[in-house]
């Protein structure tokens, strides 16, 4: 049944006069609930508010995969923006970045180029970049593009694996293998609608997988950030933290704006380091549009929304 709400609300949220008619109305149908702003700046008083009360951040400044050279060239002016906006307030320039919306899919030099920039920028500025992790397709020129990146001097980038994709322990051996010690790496269940020759398909067995990937990663010296609302995931990893008495420096429970608010304040009150994942940007719909398609519950804002 869930399957077949996702893809309802997602084909909904297609629609071209429903697309027009929730872009015009959206912040008042509940946007903001999981985008904290149209712009960075939008964005400074819920950021500020997030630190204050016991959170880290990582920025995602919204958009996807483009096709043009100008198009990767303005999107990565507009995370270079919203760093330097980030540092001015006082805030830790730690920010997320698809490798597509800087060109990957068309042009890995461009890429490399603006990632590089973008990462030695963060870093002098006492923040980092991690570089999410999009479908099967862009594994093996994401794992690239971090390589390069790192070996350019910004050795404090990090970026995502998936614990669906059938590859993925093999990938965490060999990105283990080369990196810096002490480096980050987030794991994710994946969200991407993969083939099943690709992918996992089974909750129970993809849920094992993450589990025996975080205590991979651990062993092998890495800082884990899980990044799930998966509780018994949540409940396992910190069980295994304490059991192996692991510093707080080599984990981080990382989760979505505006998802589950009362998990975040309980994870923050019994003294784990919390991280959200906070989206700001014009290009909102998609990703609100998947938040909605994620479980019926977000889908009450809305209502709440045309109600008032």
């Not at 008495?245 to 589950?260: A, C, S, T």
Request: hydrophobic share 45%; aromatic share 6%; net charge positive.
């Amino acid at each position: 049944m869930l399957n077949l709400y996702r893809r309802a609300v997602l084909g909904v949220a297609g629609i071209g006069p429903v697309e027009r008619w929730s872009r015009r109305h959206g912040w008042r149908l509940g946007a903001r609930r999981f985008v904290a702003g149209e712009s960075v700046d939008d964005a400074l008083p819920t950021l500020r508010a997030l630190v204050d009360r016991g959170r880290s951040l990582i920025v995602d400044v919204l958009g996807e995969y483009v096709s043009q050279r100008a198009s990767a060239e303005a999107m990565a002016g507009g995370v270079r923006d919203t760093m330097e906006t980030l540092a001015r307030a006082g805030l830790s320039p730690v920010v997320s970045i698809k490798p597509t919306q800087l060109g990957l899919a068309f042009d890995p030099e461009l890429a490399a180029e603006l990632a590089t920039d973008l990462a030695s920028r963060a870093e002098a500025a006492g923040g980092r970049v991690c570089f999410d992790m999009e479908n099967h397709r862009f594994v093996d020129g994401t794992l690239e593009l971090l390589g390069r990146v790192r070996r350019s001097g910004a050795s404090r980038s990090s970026t995502v694996l998936q614990a669906y994709l059938h590859r993925t322990p093999a990938d965490l051996e060999t990105l283990l293998a080369d990196a810096p010690a002490g480096s980050e790496l987030r794991i994710v269940k994946g969200a991407y609608h993969e083939p099943a020759g690709v992918a996992l398909r089974d909750g129970a067995t993809i849920r094992r997988t993450y589990l025996a990937l975080c205590e991979r990663a651990w062993q092998l010296g890495a800082k884990v950030n899980v990044a799930t609302h998966d509780d018994g995931i949540i409940r396992e990893a910190t069980a295994f933290v304490r059991g192996a008495r692991l510093e707080p420096d080599r984990y981080e429970l990382q989760l979505l704006f505006g998802v589950r608010p009362r998990l975040q304040q309980r994870l923050v009150d019994d003294g784990h380091p919390v991280r959200l994942y906070v989206p700001v940007g014009a290009d909102w719909y998609g990703y609100f549009s998947r938040r909605l398609a994620e479980r019926p519950a977000n889908a009450a804002v809305v209502l709440r929304g045309i109600l008032g």
